[in-house]
């Protein structure tokens, strides 16, 4: 019989962190019987949905998001745990002639030179805009960008012809059919973005979500955060 003692824990993340996510609860769920739910949208939503007072135990979002959460007193003062670092990288449709990222310069002729390009409404989409704002042509190329939808990947959008070049978390890059993933932005103009849980004041089991967001915090889950394109925090 299930009971609200031993009823999963309700968990919303952003996309960038939905694999990584799946492997540490499944780790996790090894030590211990608790279990996670884990729902995956857009970063935007989900920091909306829990705004909006939705029921949840934990969120993990980036960490710009969950301060903003702490201080509308959706999430516990304290609890913010950084889990991980994603850095973005750069796709193009599988099989397509790939540009040069060597350095900021190779990048910004590889986006005036694009007939199209995505990017995400998350953290890295806003700092890929302010990048171009910055290059001087934000204007020159509005026309051509095909935002994608929240929670919509922005490799499909690659995949499918409707983007030439796409610019999105890594993690969110490696596990898609149909792209080339080129590499990462070079070091001068990487955008990393650092995700972190924490526990939902909606929640009447804060105990056990700090144990879970402790277990992800730690050395143990290291592997599995490089494994899905990420470092951690």
Request: glycine share 10%.
């Amino acid at each position: 019989m299930q009971t609200a003692a031993n009823a999963p824990l309700r968990g919303i993340s952003s996309m960038a962190t939905r694999q990584l996510l799946a492997e540490l609860v499944e780790q996790f769920q090894q030590r211990c019987a608790l279990r996670i739910e884990f729902e995956s949208v857009g970063g935007v939503d989900a920091a909306k949905r829990v705004q909006g007072g939705e029921p949840f135990d934990v969120v993990v979002l980036a960490s710009d998001a969950l301060d903003k959460l702490e201080a509308a007193g959706r999430i516990e003062a304290g609890s913010k745990v950084d889990l991980v670092r994603s850095g973005v990288a750069v796709a193009v449709r599988a099989g397509a002639a790939q540009p040069d990222l060597s350095s900021e310069a190779a990048v910004r002729e590889a986006v005036l030179a694009a007939r199209t390009l995505s990017y995400s409404t998350g953290p890295s989409g806003v700092a890929l805009a302010r990048l171009f704002e910055r290059w001087g042509i934000a204007e020159r190329i509005a026309p051509r960008i095909v935002q994608a939808p929240p929670g919509v990947p922005v490799g499909s959008l690659v995949a499918s012809g409707e983007a030439e070049l796409g610019f999105q978390q890594l993690s969110e890059l490696i596990h898609l059919d149909g792209i080339a993933v080129v590499g990462p932005l070079p070091p001068q103009i990487q955008i990393t973005t650092v995700f972190s849980g924490g526990v939902c004041t909606a929640t009447g089991r804060a105990e056990a979500v700090r144990d879970a967001l402790a277990f992800m915090r730690s050395p143990a889950c290291d592997d599995a955060k490089r494994r899905q394109g990420m470092e951690p925090a």
